[in-house]
């Protein structure tokens, strides 16, 4: 159980490393001519999407081996509430993009 919770914390500070260091870059570094405004900001979305459906195939994949007995039960919990918790997070954020939206919307012009 420590063993996991130590791996859960060591994933989310490499997520902050890897975070940070893309901040760091200068704007134009390692985009394409042809990125348009918010380039970077459309990556960290797409990138951060990417890696909740990958969770949730994980998740599934595990489900799948522990019908058929061929994967540990502790692995399958930890898959399934790290799915859970990823698209509770999706859905937050998505809440919050359109809560955004609707304001923008009501302002004046």
């Known amino acids: 159980m420590a063993d996991m919770i130590g791996k859960n914390i060591a994933a989310a500070a490499n997520a902050y490393a890897k975070a940070a260091r893309g901040f760091d870059r200068p704007p134009l ?16 979305v797409k990138g951060a999407i990417d890696e909740a459906v990958k969770i949730g195939e994980r998740s599934e994949q595990l489900s799948m081996a522990a019908i058929n007995d061929k994967a540990d039960l502790n692995k399958v919990v930890t ?3 790290e799915a859970e918790v990823t698209l509770r997070t999706v859905v937050a954020v998505r809440d919050k993009v359109l809560e955004a939206y609707r304001e923008i919307i009501k302002m004046p012009m």
């Open 79 to 81: 898959a399934v509430a």
């Open 29 to 44: 570094e390692g985009r394409e001519a042809n990125d348009g405004p918010g380039g970077e900001f459309a990556d960290l």
